[in-house]
């Protein structure tokens, strides 16, 4: 059975050191993919509403920052799914995650959602809003 996975990776895993909470997750997502003969698919959302967007201005760099850190962080998922003998298809993109999570869970038909890191509130309710129609059986692992 294929199953796809969706690991959602925060800004915080990324900032400097990775947090045990965030090596969990991943490795959660690691193992589900393995027992479940599946693809991880690693989402990064660099947080327009946190970060703005670039545009020619000292905030670029910031964002810039932050996108080669997520970049750095899915280079890392990918090498450790390689050791496990894990295909994981990586994905680095800019926006709210309250709306870009759930629009890739459903864009993949995902199968599992699991979230390193804390998640505002408005992220979680919008991933459980669709995890019914999404995720059978509903299953959102992580918060």
């Known amino acids: 059975m294929t199953e796809r996975i969706l690991l959602s990776l925060d800004g915080s895993a990324a900032e400097g050191d990775r947090t045990e909470e965030t090596d969990r997750a991943i490795d959660g997502a690691l193992d589900l993919a393995t027992r479940r003969g599946g693809t991880v698919h690693a989402l990064y959302v660099v947080d327009t509403g946190r970060y703005g967007e670039p545009a020619l201005s000292s905030a670029e760099l910031v964002v810039d920052g932050v996108e080669d850190e997520g970049h750095d962080l899915l280079a ?3 090498r450790r ?3 496990r003998g894990v295909t994981v298809l990586t994905r680095c993109c800019h926006g709210r995650p309250n709306e870009e999570l759930p ?4 864009e993949i ?3 599992a959602v699991v979230l390193a890191g804390r998640r505002p509130g408005r992220v979680h309710r919008e991933l459980e809003r669709v995890a019914g129609t999404v995720v059978a059986p509903g299953t959102l ?3």
């Open 76 to 78: 890392a998922v990918d």
């Open 109 to 111: 038909d995902a199968d």
């Open 81 to 83: 799914g390689r050791e």
């Open 141 to 143: 692992v992580g918060r």
């Open 103 to 106: 629009a890739y869970a459903v």
